[in-house]
């Protein structure tokens, strides 16, 4: 029987567990980034928001708040010049993951945006939950 299993978990404390690590890893990962003064809280935010969660302390504000942040940096990175369309249009959606270092800046670009919508994603599904057990407790 898996541990969290034992321990009578819920789904979404595993979801928000696992997600917390994910992302108190990705912030660790940025210290080498060009802009980690910008990933790391972004990164970190989430963590904790998902850390609370697994705790049963849910802040609907928060998360849309994060998400709003996330969303507009996300509509930024696919429309600015070397991001995702360009990546899709003038570079026909080249591999990102060919190398870990990205030496072509829609590479970078590209993949931030797809750690935004990890976020936006992550964000949304605490965010209903939150809502659910609030209809569910009036």
């Known amino acids: ?3 969290f299993t034992r321990l009578n978990y ?3 404390k595993i979801f928000n567990i696992i997600f917390c690590v994910i992302f108190i890893l990705f912030a660790a990962l ?3 980034d060009p802009d980690p003064y910008i990933w790391i809280p972004i990164y970190l935010y989430a963590a904790v928001l998902c850390w609370l969660a697994f705790k049963n302390s849910y802040f609907p504000k928060a998360y849309l708040a994060g998400i709003a942040v996330y969303v507009l940096y996300a509509i ?3 429309f600015t010049k070397n991001g995702v369309l360009d990546w899709a249009t003038e570079h ?3 591999n990102l ?3 870990m270092k990205a030496e072509k800046p829609w590479v970078e670009d590209t993949r931030e945006f ?3 919508l990890i976020l936006i994603i992550v964000l949304l599904v605490d965010y209903t939950h939150s809502k659910r ?3 569910r407790t009036s």
């Open 1 to 3: 029987m898996p541990y």
């Open 97 to 99: 993951v060919q190398t």
């Open 114 to 116: 797809g750690g935004l």
């Open 133 to 135: 057990k609030v209809l």
């Open 30 to 32: 940025q210290y080498n």
């Open 92 to 94: 026909h959606a080249e």
């Open 10 to 12: 819920s789904p979404m």
């Open 76 to 78: 930024f990175l696919f």
